[in-house]
């Protein structure tokens, strides 16, 4: 059956269309700090709508019937029915009608309003009909969500309630839902995101999954693919609940080697196999605490790059020679507040709030209370982020915090190894912080001496990434940079300008890269 595509249908269908598999479109007007980023290009890169011939995306325009009936026919898989004829998507919304997705009289198949806008609480209807048939929810508790529930439709109640109970739909600032307001196509993507996310963990609900997997069981990939982290047990795992491993390299100082955290130097290690990136900002040695918005630029480009990248970014805030956390704490708290704030909308981003506490310095009477103020910063902006959390020793007394841990959910705590200085002592501590409950993420490891030198130690590596591979443990290597010391990355002279290649790599970098992917 040929179609007869009139030239507004034409552009309806560019507008879509999906895009070739892997491509990743930067739309001319979706930045990383837009609080829709995150839920645009994961729609996009799902391939269930895309943006304009002109590369934007618009994401203030008004989406349509035809269109939301359409991207949530892609969703669900529902295949237009045969034989119809005149606007584009017809045979779409013929399917989804006889689907029982909504009734004759709101959606004439007639066609006068297909070009219309959707209402909210029509769109809700259709997105549960389609994608959440089984969500319920309670009368009372749910229709006290809703400042404005006395002027939704009666024949929505059942599936705006179900929506809230589930958390796809959120009010506005002011409590309401708008049932007959527009959505924006931003709004929308929001909405479609988290109702096919929602139903993905319903199909995936019954498989707990394991404190610590076996080998093979753990999954990679990045931001798009894995959504917000969660910690289930001791172990790191995406948002449908399936454990995670992430591996990637840690930047060496901002203030010092900054141009290594640029795009191009982050797309190429996401090039090698990594699915994170760690922005290290010292505090002392010249870093945040002497030039705080220098620094505080430098952070968010690196930030807004490895987003752009897929990748998960940890910013780190990097304590060295300021060994005790407690003394820089309120700086670190507005830095924090302020970070999660500009992220609060992306799962890409977990927050290290003390590299490496070291010197007279306590668990339970300085890291600790210091991890509480910080978290509770955090999560007054960012309900669910991950935050890692060091120990005194540079970041080795996990035993410590095993013993009296920080009270939240999704908070892990950093492992920092050497391979040339830490052996198997230090990895028996992980087994039985682990078996004591803690969640751990080796947030920064080299392959060298604990002092960046003493060449490379190619047995002990192997030793310890077999075990961390074992445990299904997150990493980030330091560093990446092209610093004349065994632990950097890349061969002194390396340009951070151009893609890299073997030849680029040092000993380390090597050893390291080869096992990004892996
Ligand atoms: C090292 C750098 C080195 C720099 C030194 C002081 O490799 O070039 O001169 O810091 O700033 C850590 C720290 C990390 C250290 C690294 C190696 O987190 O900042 O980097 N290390 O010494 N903990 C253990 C080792």
């Given at each position: 059956?040929?179609?007869?595509?009139?030239?507004?249908?034409?552009?309806?269908?560019?507008?879509?269309a999906?895009?070739?598999?892997?491509?990743r479109?930067?739309?001319?007007?979706?930045?990383p700090?837009?609080?829709?980023?995150?839920p645009?290009?994961?729609?996009?890169?799902?391939?269930?709508?895309?943006?304009?011939?002109?590369?934007?995306?618009?994401?203030?325009?008004?989406?349509?019937?035809?269109?939301?009936?359409?991207?949530?026919?892609?969703?669900?898989?529902l295949?237009?029915?045969?034989?119809?004829?005149?606007?584009?998507?017809?045979?779409?919304?013929?399917?989804?009608?006889?689907?029982?997705?909504?009734?004759?009289?709101?959606?004439?198949?007639?066609?006068?309003?297909?070009?219309?806008?959707?209402?909210?609480?029509?769109?809700?209807?259709?997105?549960?009909?389609?994608?959440?048939?089984?969500?319920?929810?309670?009368?009372?508790t749910?229709?006290?969500?809703m400042?404005?529930?006395?002027?939704?439709?009666?024949?929505?109640?059942?599936?705006?309630?179900?929506?809230?109970?589930?958390?796809?739909v959120?009010?506005?600032?002011?409590?309401?839902?708008?049932?007959?307001s527009?959505?924006?196509?931003?709004e929308?993507?929001?909405?479609?995101?988290?109702?096919g996310?929602?139903?993905a963990?319903?199909?995936?609900?019954?498989v707990?999954?394991?404190?610590?997997?076996?080998?093979?069981?753990?999954?990679r990939?990045?931001?798009?693919?894995?959504?917000?982290?969660?910690?289930?047990?001791?172990q790191l795992?995406?948002e449908?609940?399936?454990?995670?491993?992430?591996?990637?390299?840690?930047?060496?100082?901002?203030?010092?080697?900054?141009?290594?955290?640029?795009?191009?130097?982050?797309?190429?290690?996401?090039?090698?196999?990594?699915?994170?990136?760690?922005?290290?900002?010292?505090?002392?040695?010249?870093g945040?605490?002497?030039?705080?918005?220098?620094?505080k630029?430098?952070?968010?480009?690196?930030?807004?790059?490895?987003?752009?990248?897929?990748?998960?970014?940890?910013?780190?805030?990097?304590?060295l020679?300021?060994?005790?956390?407690?003394?820089?704490?309120a700086?670190?708290?507005?830095?924090?507040?302020?970070?999660?704030?500009?992220?609060?909308?992306?799962?890409?981003?977990?927050?290290?709030?003390?590299?490496?506490p070291?010197?007279?310095?306590?668990?339970?009477?300085?890291?600790?209370?210091?991890?509480?103020?910080?978290?509770?910063?955090?999560?007054?902006?960012?309900?669910?982020?991950v935050?890692?959390?060091?120990?005194?020793?540079?970041?080795?007394?996990?035993?410590?915090?095993?013993?009296?841990?920080?009270?939240?959910?999704?908070?892990?705590?950093?492992?920092?190894?050497?391979?040339?200085?830490?052996?198997?002592?230090?990895?028996?501590?992980?087994?039985?912080?682990?078996?004591?409950?803690?969640?751990?993420?080796?947030?920064?490891?080299?392959t060298?001496?604990?002092?960046?030198g003493?060449?490379?130690?190619?047995?002990?590596?192997?030793?310890?990434?077999?075990?961390?591979?074992?445990?299904?443990?997150?990493?980030?290597?330091?560093?990446?940079?092209?610093?004349?010391?065994?632990?950097?990355?890349?061969?002194?002279?390396?340009?951070?300008?151009?893609?890299w290649?073997?030849?680029?790599?040092?000993?380390?970098?090597?050893?390291?890269?080869?096992?990004?992917?892996?």
């Open positions: 059956m040929k179609l007869r595509l009139p030239a507004l249908a034409l552009v309806l269908v560019l507008l879509l999906v895009l070739p598999s892997g491509a479109a930067a739309f001319s007007d979706v930045k700090s837009d609080w829709f980023y995150q645009v290009t994961a729609m996009e890169a799902r391939g269930a709508l895309s943006g304009y011939p002109d590369g934007a995306f618009r994401p203030k325009g008004i989406i349509t019937r035809a269109e939301f009936v359409a991207v949530t026919a892609r969703m669900a898989g295949s237009p029915a045969e034989g119809q004829t005149g606007h584009w998507a017809v045979g779409t919304l013929q399917a989804a009608l006889e689907a029982g997705w909504y009734d004759w009289d709101e959606i004439p198949p007639t066609g006068e309003t297909f070009n219309d806008p959707i209402p909210r609480q029509l769109a809700v209807k259709i997105l549960m009909k389609a994608l959440l048939p089984q969500a319920r929810g309670d009368y009372n749910e229709s006290a969500k400042a404005d529930f006395s002027s939704l439709d009666g024949r929505y109640y059942e599936a705006v309630l179900a929506a809230y109970a589930v958390g796809i959120n009010g506005d600032d002011k409590g309401n839902f708008n049932p007959r527009h959505l924006s196509r931003a929308a993507c929001a909405l479609f995101l988290r109702a996310d929602e139903s963990r319903g199909q995936t609900r019954p707990q999954p394991t404190p610590v997997p076996a080998p093979g069981e753990t999954v990939g990045g931001v798009t693919e894995n959504g917000w982290l969660r910690v289930e047990g001791t795992c995406s449908a609940g399936r454990p995670l491993v992430l591996r990637g390299m840690s930047s060496h100082g901002m203030q010092w080697y900054g141009p290594f955290a640029s795009p191009q130097a982050i797309r190429n290690t996401a090039a090698f196999g990594a699915n994170v990136f760690r922005v290290a900002m010292y505090t002392g040695e010249g945040y605490l002497s030039q705080p918005a220098a620094m630029a430098k952070v968010i480009a690196a930030v807004d790059a490895a987003i752009e990248a897929d990748l998960y970014v940890i910013i780190d805030w990097h304590i020679s300021d060994g005790n956390p407690r003394t820089n704490q700086q670190a708290v507005a830095f924090f507040a302020e970070m999660s704030k500009r992220y609060a909308h992306s799962p890409a981003v977990l927050y290290e709030i003390c590299n490496e070291n010197g007279a310095v306590s668990w339970s009477g300085d890291v600790k209370p210091y991890a509480q103020a910080v978290v509770k910063a955090i999560r007054a902006n960012s309900p669910r982020s935050i890692l959390i060091g120990s005194p020793t540079w970041s080795q007394d996990i035993h410590l915090a095993a013993a009296d841990p920080v009270a939240g959910d999704n908070l892990m705590y950093t492992l920092h190894f050497y391979a040339g200085t830490h052996g198997q002592w230090l990895r028996d501590r992980i087994t039985q912080a682990q078996a004591q409950g803690l969640p751990v993420f080796v947030s920064e490891w080299g060298s001496r604990a002092d960046g003493g060449g490379v130690f190619p047995a002990e590596t192997k030793a310890w990434l077999d075990y961390l591979d074992a445990r299904g443990i997150s990493w980030c290597n330091w560093s990446l940079c092209d610093k004349d010391e065994s632990s950097a990355a890349l061969k002194p002279g390396t340009p951070a300008t151009r893609a290649t073997a030849a680029d790599l040092s000993e380390s970098g090597k050893l390291v890269f080869g096992a990004l992917g892996g």
